[in-house]
């Protein structure tokens, strides 16, 4: 069938039935192409180090979340060649028939006691953890609560669980009890995230565990953006804040702090066996490849033996956070080496993240519904691996480009 065919065929259909007819009311983002002012799907010609090339030219990444600089490192690159050399470039199965590799069991041991659970279950993606053992755990008459500015992956796990979903108004513990009080009587799950991925604010954990005790509700912290970040030794929001034996199930990925792709979650050895036999995202996908198992093990190595990078990433964050205040930027409440830049209107973040990448900056453009409408942000993010000089370019680009736009001053 020849190209004029298969457009004959597609208009012979009537209008109002084709389910590919919003697939040509969709203009939005090549409009934004024909004016380059696109800032998605941007192509990298380098590691995701501080600084990476596209097109050739150097910008600064302040766009990433290799918090601590490792998907570059060597340790971590050996140890992923390592692991194709004995296993091969992937396991063709799932984990829960012929894919479980003897290194994927070791992870899991070698995950629980970082995070200091009884056990541990890893998943393809991080997105996936979310999906399976959320509609693994709640059911049809379960109660599912969860914070207004959770992660999109926990809003799809709730949708795939048959659980009734509320939301609680963003870090909002009154608005957090009164529905724990509304559902005193049926079976609950708390999911929150730890570091919140756009304001990069910090759950208020102690008021949900107290909260959670109070009214008989389990708990479980998305901590995608707190491990490798929070706490003395990395381990997160649970032990930022000394909970981590009343925090219930702690879910973690590998595509931050340690330098892969994939996910897992820890828990009591009980709950974990559970969500092992039931979580479909880990039963029907694929088993994470060698080289990013691999990679995860010697990542949290290194988190272990160079306490110092963790020192020097909140030594960089201090330092932005100070220079954009200063500067004049509204920057939110965020606590974390996130640091959204609050613009408000989207064509104006489209610009300014345009601007920047003329000046050498690459940062990313959050539009709704990504934020709430009308609250447009560039975010960006910082590793431990930014030296002072970088950082001092990246508040030099941002202060020329927000007065341009009229954003300070």
């Given at each position: 069938m020849d190209g004029r065919m298969v457009q004959d065929s597609s208009m012979a259909l009537e209008k109002?039935?084709?389910l590919f007819e919003k697939c040509c009311r969709f203009t939005k983002a090549k409009?934004?192409?024909?004016?380059?002012?696109?800032?998605?799907?941007?192509?990298?010609?380098?590691?995701?180090?501080?600084?990476?090339?596209?097109?050739?030219k150097?910008?600064?990444?302040?766009?990433?979340?290799n918090y601590l600089g490792l998907t570059n490192h060597p340790q971590v690159k050996e140890a992923a060649i390592g692991a194709i050399r004995k296993y091969g470039s992937g396991c063709a199965g799932s984990r829960f028939l012929n894919g479980t590799l003897d290194i994927h069991v070791k992870l899991e041991e070698k995950?629980?006691?970082?995070?200091?659970?009884e056990a541990a279950l890893v998943f393809s993606t991080g997105f996936q953890v979310n999906l399976g053992v959320i509609s693994a755990l709640a059911g049809k008459d379960d109660i599912l609560i969860i914070d207004k500015m959770d992660h999109a992956s926990i809003i799809d796990g709730c949708r795939l669980s048959y659980a009734n979903v509320v939301k609680f108004r963003h870090?909002?513990?009154?608005?957090l009890e009164r529905i724990l009080k509304e559902h005193k009587s049926h079976k609950k799950l708390v999911v929150v995230d730890g570091v919140f991925s756009m304001e990069g604010d910090i759950v208020n954990l102690p008021e949900v565990v107290a909260l959670a005790k109070k009214y008989q509700a389990r708990i479980m912290v998305d901590d995608a953006?707190?491990?490798?970040?929070?706490?003395?030794?990395?381990?997160?929001?649970?032990?930022?804040f000394g909970l981590e034996k009343e925090v219930d199930l702690i879910m973690g990925t590998y595509s931050k702090s340690l330098a892969s792709?994939?996910?897992?979650?820890?828990?009591?050895?009980?709950?974990?066996?559970?969500?092992k036999h039931f979580a479909r995202a880990l039963?029907?996908?694929a088993s994470p490849p060698p080289a990013s198992v691999a990679a995860v093990s010697a990542a949290l190595d290194i988190i272990d033996n160079e306490p110092e990078r963790i020192q020097r990433l909140w030594k960089n964050t201090e330092k932005v956070q100070n220079g954009f205040r200063a500067l004049g930027f509204e920057i939110g409440p965020t606590e974390t080496p996130i640091i959204p830049i609050l613009v408000g209107d989207d064509l104006k973040a489209f610009t300014m993240a345009m601007m920047l990448h003329q000046e050498g900056i690459f940062a990313n453009v959050a539009v709704s519904p990504a934020v709430a409408t009308g609250k447009a942000l560039i975010r960006t993010s910082y590793m431990a691996t930014h030296t002072e000089e970088q950082l001092d370019r990246v508040l030099t680009g941002f202060e020329k480009v927000g007065r341009e736009l009229g954003i300070i001053g």
């Open positions: 109002g039935v084709d409009e934004l192409m024909n004016v380059h002012m696109y800032p998605y799907f941007r192509v990298i010609e380098s590691a995701q180090d501080p600084e990476v090339i596209i097109d050739g150097k910008l600064i990444m302040v766009g990433s979340n995950l629980a006691s970082f995070i200091r659970k870090n909002d513990m009154a608005d953006h707190g491990i490798g970040v929070l706490g003395k030794t990395g381990r997160g929001t649970a032990e930022h792709i994939g996910g897992f979650i820890a828990g009591d050895e009980q709950v974990i066996h559970y969500i039963i029907f996908s």
